[in-house]
Every structure is written in structure tokens, then in C-alpha cells.
């Protein structure tokens, strides 16, 4: 079955970085679009990143754009999300899927992992 094993997440000073990291199994890694999602406290889950099957292409939500960065290993099945100049706005469980296309903002699953919390805070 399909799974997501997310991790990295931790407690930030704002301006500060961590890398986020996605392990997943049980589809083809390497054919299937990925992106990043999170959900802040109270808040609907929202979508972050999307990067392509061969990691050529990528997208960001704007108020991530420039300090955030995806990228993949297909070999490894693993996804990444670099994150830098983090801010309180960050604060958030962020969890991986893979998307139906590029731009669709649809996960083809349902499911979702446990995720991996951030939490940006002086």
C-alpha cells in the first residue's frame, strides 16, 4: 500500500533553516508528480511545492517562492524540501503526496502520513 514516512521537522528560530525529507513506497516513485502540502493549527491544509517527475520543473506557492526549495532522488524514492528564512507563518505539519499532474493541486490518494512538524519560534 501507499505510504509516506515524513521527517526533519523541528523547532526553529525565525530566519532559520531545516530540510524537510519524504520516504515513500508502495507506488512508482520515479512516474508520479510530487508535491509538499501543510496544515497550520486551525487552518485548512494547504499546498507548498510541486516538483515533476524528473525534477526539471517546480512550483511554489508565492509566499514560499525563493526560500523554499523541492527536489527529488527517484532512486531513493525520497522527496526533499529545503527551507530557509522561516518565518512564525511557517508554523505547520507539512506532509508529501503525489499528485495526479504538475498543476492539478490534487493528490491522486487520499491517504496521508503522519507528517513532520515545524514550528518557527523565537
Known amino acids: 500500500q501507499v505510504q509516506f514516512v515524513e521527517s526533519g521537522g523541528g523547532l526553529v528560530r525565525p530566519g532559520g533553516s531545516l530540510k524537510l525529507s519524504c520516504v515513500a513506497s508502495?507506488?512508482?516513485?520515479?512516474?508520479?508528480?510530487m508535491s509538499w502540502y501543510r496544515q497550520a493549527p486551525e487552518r485548512e491544509r494547504e499546498w507548498v511545492a510541486t516538483?515533476?517527475?524528473?525534477?526539471?520543473?517546480?512550483t511554489y506557492l508565492d509566499s514560499v517562492e525563493g526560500r523554499f526549495t523541492i527536489s527529488r532522488d527517484n532512486a531513493q524514492s525520497t522527496l526533499w524540501l529545503q527551507m530557509t528564512d522561516l518565518t512564525p507563518e511557517d508554523t505547520a505539519v507539512y506532509y508529501c503526496?503525489?499528485?495526479?499532474?504538475?498543476?492539478?493541486?490534487?493528490?491522486?490518494?487520499?491517504?496521508w502520513g503522519r507528517g513532520t512538524q515545524v514550528t518557527v519560534s523565537s
Open positions: 516538483i515533476s517527475t524528473l525534477g526539471s520543473r517546480t
Open positions: 503526496n503525489h499528485e495526479t499532474t504538475f498543476s492539478s493541486r490534487r493528490t491522486i490518494d487520499d491517504y
Open positions: 508502495g507506488f512508482t516513485f520515479g512516474t508520479d508528480v
